[in-house]
């Protein structure tokens, strides 16, 4: 049974960073796609970054140069290195696993519970 489990959320000001970690269970990261998603008050959830096979990945527009996904494989986690933060960065961060073409379709098969992330301006 697949099993994610999200941390490092918290409330930092505009211009900090947070580290999210997703220590996942169930499954190898290198062979698998991984996503962090964001859902914000009254909007839809968005997928904000993710990585495929452990290699390629995928960055939304609007947190390219700010925001960096990594894996430690021995450690089985998924990070997610937040830097230069933005109020609109605000929302529940979640960590999903999906298949091979989840990059694609979107269609993530696990989630995590996920993790407040609030910016203050």
């Known amino acids: 049974q697949v099993q994610l489990a999200e941390s490092g959320g918290g409330l930092v000001q505009a211009g900090g960073s947070l580290r999210l970690s997703c220590a996942v269970s169930g499954l190898t990261l290198s062979s698998s796609t991984m996503g962090w998603f964001r859902q914000a008050p009254e909007k839809e959830r968005e997928l904000v970054v993710g990585i495929k096979g452990g290699s390629g990945t995928y960055l939304r527009d609007s947190v390219k140069g700010r925001f960096t996904i990594s894996l430690d494989n021995a450690k089985n986690t998924v990070y997610l290195q937040m830097n230069n933060l933005k109020p609109e960065d605000t929302a529940v961060y979640y960590c999903?696993?999906?298949?091979?073409?989840?990059?694609?379709?979107?269609?993530?098969?696990?989630w995590g519970q996920g993790t407040q992330v609030t910016v203050s301006s």
């Open positions: 999903a696993a999906g298949g091979a073409w989840a990059l694609v379709t979107l269609k993530f098969d696990t």
